[in-house]
């Protein structure tokens, strides 16, 4: 069982939509991550979370420590959007290193 | 020099064959791990390496081996490869003590195809 679980899988919107990634994970944690990666495979990092919720443009996180629980919301979607979205926790116990989600894949039709 | 720089960006290799990824971290970071990301799979912890010593390992047999540089660049090999092996391996760099609690760059990866 993975450490860290995402859903959904695979998501496809219609330009403007709200969009919503859930992330579940079963270690203590030091932080949570939402990472973005796109096509080419270079990982970029939209948010580091250990309590409350972050906003960076159209783009929120929320996390509930209580209940292992993150939520990237993406508002007003776009075409460059589309990319795989991946949650990852790191902990002093992993020795600083991420476990990784298995990403959620998405596409904003336009 | 800023940013994380992975060579070769991809790779083909046949069964049986060895291979050497390269990474050059970002300036001022002398922290380095690398991760395997197979197709539609979330990347997994492969090691770290710290001040030329590895720090911490994943769930990898020894024929994954790496080293680091003391101009802190990182090589990471595999040994015998197997079909298996054919991901996207990524390299990350860090200051020690913040790594994934922040502080890190991501390199865009090479793409190993096993054949």
């Known amino acids: 069982k993975n450490e860290v679980e995402q859903s959904p899988q695979n998501l496809t919107a219609q330009e403007g939509e709200f969009i919503t990634i859930n992330c579940s994970y079963s270690?203590?944690?030091?932080?949570l991550h939402w990472l973005q990666q796109h096509p080419g495979g270079g990982i970029v990092s939209l948010f580091m979370?250990?309590?409350g919720k972050k906003k960076h443009g159209r783009l929120i996180a929320t996390i509930n420590i209580q209940e292992k629980h993150s939520s990237l919301h993406i508002t007003a979607s776009h075409p460059r959007d589309s990319a795989v979205y991946i949650c990852a926790v790191s902990s002093r116990r992993t020795g600083n290193q991420f476990y990784f989600g298995t990403g959620t894949s998405l596409t904003v039709i336009p | 020099e800023t940013g994380v720089t992975q060579s070769p960006t991809h790779l083909i290799k046949t069964r049986g064959q060895q291979v050497t990824l390269r990474c050059s971290s970002q300036s001022g970071h002398n922290t380095v791990s690398w991760y395997q990301q197979a197709l539609g799979q979330g990347p997994q912890f492969i090691f770290q390496?710290?001040?030329?010593?590895?720090?911490g390992r994943g769930n990898f047999p020894p024929r994954f081996s790496g080293l680091q540089f003391p101009n802190y660049s990182s090589e990471l090999n595999v040994n015998a490869l197997e079909l298996d092996d054919s991901a996207l391996y990524l390299c990350?760099?860090?200051?020690?003590?913040?790594?994934?609690?922040?502080?890190?760059?991501f390199g865009s990866g090479t793409r190993l195809t096993v054949v």
């Open positions: 390496y710290y001040r030329e010593e590895e720090n």
């Open positions: 270690v203590g944690i030091s932080a």
């Open positions: 990350a760099s860090s200051l020690p003590g913040t790594g994934a609690n922040y502080g890190y760059t």
């Open positions: 979370l250990s309590s």
